[in-house]
């Protein structure tokens, strides 16, 4: 009944395809990595193929025993092939003049620690596909198990709080910044809760694929594994953005730039208050990951008030 | 068919007469990592590439698993590829070979035989090659110069068969031939392309394109998984006839006959058989001529193929011979025999029970030589006449 009086969002408009995936899926309720997956085709088109690992991802992305559950192509790896899988196949369609996107879509673990050789290889080689990694800041899909992309102070299912354990001992491996150091044609950092600012990106890395290689680092909270309440994934996403926990940023030719800043950064307990993987620090341990976020976010600052 | 022209004979080592091999089959995706002893190959493809010989895309990847990853996803989306390898090299791809088999990827795979990892042994064997007889693949082994290119010309017409539709790995001893120049007959391009003709006359394979609703690689469980593999199992199973009459299509083209799956030499009226396989096969040749000199009934059988393993054409070969002995390259962890013994100790329902020595010799690059060949016929003669014999020999350890 409100249909053409409510005002329609500006999202739709970056929309050039419908949904590509079924009605219900087997992703948990409340998790952003389905709403990346969903929204990744929506903007990017459907001529594209998934390359993607075991892990979160898998059941819907490759099915099981039966069909996928969408209607794109893809191409299933084990962890330690996926950047040279997608070489192979961007390659040979590129050669044949095919117009195909061919989309990564792995998790921090597969990004980060196992499948990371590749990962670097192919961006040096500036091989012509994007690769998306859904960031949920560990092993989810086994269990919660610490990756390199663990935050400090995290616990983790291997990185457990006890009479000595105080949680995850180290920062998280600055993924973002490792790849803006390979150059790539294009890269930026994204999440749920700027969806425009999202699809702007994704639109860019359809263009800018055709120049060479491209890195999109999505922040995708893990409502089960973080301990957060299944309807505030998009809010912790809204935090890690206003705490400065997660910058949004881009860069294209290698100079970064935001493309949202914080006037006035809330502190990271903001962000922390809302899941329970950090409730065992105390004012110390939290200082300490504030010293951490504080430390990570001068120094993408410093890059890019140097592009200026 | 007519025959093909005569072609330009070259002078030339065994890793540049592979690459020759590959280029004339017109790969359209070649990635290659470098190894000793197989880096001249990597090489030499390249330059292929850079003077413009070879229109192909070449990755030049970070490892040899990447090697593999590119060029199984890339036969996926339909290109004829191509990489080496060697070793440490086919050990890091464990994980990409198994995919590339169970994907059904028509890959092309040179490796050049050389020991693994954990002894730091920059020399020939065929450890690799033996330890990789698990992932899914047909694995096939040359004897020379000539072999390793006509053997990579038939790998493809095998590997993209529309019945077969299986990653082809040709291996010829790292070292030995790697570095060895021999004469070499390169066939004009023209003729390749003739031979390889008919896999364009047969129904295209289902290829990974955007835009439709296909996949590649899902979770396979329970029948799923099981159909999957029974049909991998079938479709190895399928090889061996396709080998011997690719075999036979290239003699009668190239007039250069190989045997197929196995080579039997001087085998019709032998009491005795040795076999063996790669390139020790020309010294034992050599040796057998000269026991039948003396009046020895000895014959030679040359594995050309370890995977699918040919029992049935080993079975009609040993049939009523009096005894065997087996050279291996290589080591079967867990059992005293070696790999290709063992497997051939399998055939003895077949085969009666007839005494099967198994010899290990040729590690780490030591020589298999005349003396050590005559040895192992002397001692299986004596065997075949009832006398008591040594079932496992490592013959450099008794030297």
Redesign the interface.
């Known amino acids: 009944m409100v249909e053409g009086t409510k005002k329609r969002n500006k999202i739709f408009d970056y929309f050039c395809e419908e949904d590509q995936f079924a009605g219900g899926v087997a992703w948990c309720a409340g998790c952003p990595l389905e709403l990346t997956a969903r929204f990744v085709p929506k903007v990017l088109g459907?001529?594209?193929?998934f390359?993607g690992t075991?892990g979160c991802g898998?059941?819907v992305l490759?099915?099981?025993?039966?069909?996928?559950w969408?209607?794109?192509?893809?191409?299933?790896?084990?962890m330690?092939?996926v950047?040279?899988?997608?070489?192979?196949?961007s390659?040979?369609?590129n050669?044949?003049g095919?117009?195909?996107?061919v989309v990564c879509f792995t998790g921090d673990g597969c990004a980060t620690d196992v499948g990371f050789?590749?990962l670097?290889?192919a961006a040096?080689?500036g091989e012509k596909f994007i690769y998306i990694t859904y960031d949920n800041e560990g092993y989810m899909n086994t269990g919660n198990q610490r990756s390199s992309a663990t935050p400090l102070g995290a616990a983790t299912t291997t990185t457990p709080v006890g009479k000595i354990g105080r949680g995850k001992p180290t920062v998280s491996k600055n993924m973002p910044l490792i790849m803006l150091m390979h150059r790539p044609a294009y890269m930026a950092t994204a999440t749920l809760s700027h969806l425009e600012d999202f699809a702007k990106k994704l639109q860019k890395a359809k263009e800018k694929v055709k120049e060479g290689f491209v890195y999109l680092h999505v922040f995708s909270p893990c409502p089960v594994g973080w301990r957060i309440s299944s309807n505030l994934s998009i809010e912790v996403c809204r935090n890690a953005v206003r705490t400065n926990y997660f910058p949004l940023w881009e860069a294209e030719e290698g100079k970064p730039r935001f493309t949202v800043e914080i006037a006035n950064p809330k502190p990271v307990t903001e962000l922390t208050k809302l899941m329970r993987k950090f409730s065992h620090l105390k004012e110390d341990g939290l200082e300490e990951l504030q010293k951490a976020v504080d430390e990570r976010y001068a120094l993408i600052k410093s890059l890019c008030d140097a592009n200026k | 068919m007519v025959s093909a022209q005569k072609g330009q004979v070259m002078v030339i080592t065994g890793n540049a007469v592979a690459a020759y091999g590959a280029m004339l089959c017109r790969p359209e995706v070649v990635a290659a990592y470098p190894i000793t002893p197989q880096s001249e190959l990597a090489e030499q493809l390249a330059q292929f590439v850079a003077n413009g010989v070879l229109d192909a895309e070449y990755v030049e990847v970070e490892g040899e698993n990447s090697s593999m990853n590119v060029v199984l996803a890339a036969s996926i989306a339909g290109a004829r590829t191509c990489t080496a390898t060697s070793s440490y090299g086919l050990v890091f791809m464990y994980d990409a070979l198994q995919e590339a088999s169970s994907f059904r990827a028509p890959v092309v795979m040179v490796n050049a035989n050389r020991e693994t990892p954990g002894i730091h042994a920059v020399s020939s064997g065929q450890q690799d090659m033996i330890s990789a007889r698990d992932v899914g693949w047909v694995q096939i082994i040359v004897e020379n110069d000539q072999e390793i290119l006509d053997q990579i010309i038939m790998a493809y017409r095998l590997a993209e068969d529309f019945n077969i539709q299986l990653p082809v790995m040709v291996n010829y001893d790292g070292f030995y031939l790697s570095y060895l120049a021999e004469a070499v007959e390169i066939p004009n391009i023209e003729d390749v392309d003739a031979f390889l003709a008919p896999l364009k006359k047969q129904p295209e394979r289902q290829k990974l394109v955007p835009g439709v609703s296909i996949g590649c690689g899902t979770h396979g469980m329970e029948m799923g998984y099981v159909e999957a593999r029974y049909k991998h199992c079938q479709a190895l199973e399928r090889v061996k006839d396709k080998v011997d009459e690719i075999d036979k299509d290239f003699g009668d083209y190239f007039g250069r006959y190989y045997g197929g799956q196995i080579e039997e030499y001087r085998t019709d009226d032998a009491d005795i058989i040795v076999v063996a396989s790669g390139s020790a096969t020309g010294t034992v040749r050599t040796v057998v001529d000269a026991k039948r000199e003396d009046g020895v009934k000895v014959g030679l059988i040359k594995l050309r193929m370890f995977r699918p393993f040919p029992a049935e054409r080993l079975t009609e070969a040993i049939k009523g011979k009096k005894a065997i002995g087996v050279i291996d390259r290589s080591l079967c962890f867990g059992w005293k025999y070696g790999p290709i013994c063992m497997e051939l100790k399998t055939l003895a329902v077949n085969i009666g029970s007839i005494p099967i020595l198994s010899y290990i010799d040729g590690l780490a690059n030591l020589d298999i030589t005349v003396p050590h060949i005559e040895r192992v016929i002397d001692e299986v003669s004596a065997a075949a006449q009832g006398k008591p014999y040594q079932e496992v020999t490592w013959i450099p350890m008794e030297e």
């Open positions: 459907k001529n594209m193929v390359v075991p898998a059941p490759h099915g099981q025993n039966v069909g996928a969408h209607k794109l192509a893809y191409m299933a790896s084990v330690t092939g950047p040279s899988k997608a070489t192979g196949l390659r040979y369609y050669r044949i095919l117009d195909a996107t050789q590749p670097s290889g040096e080689r």
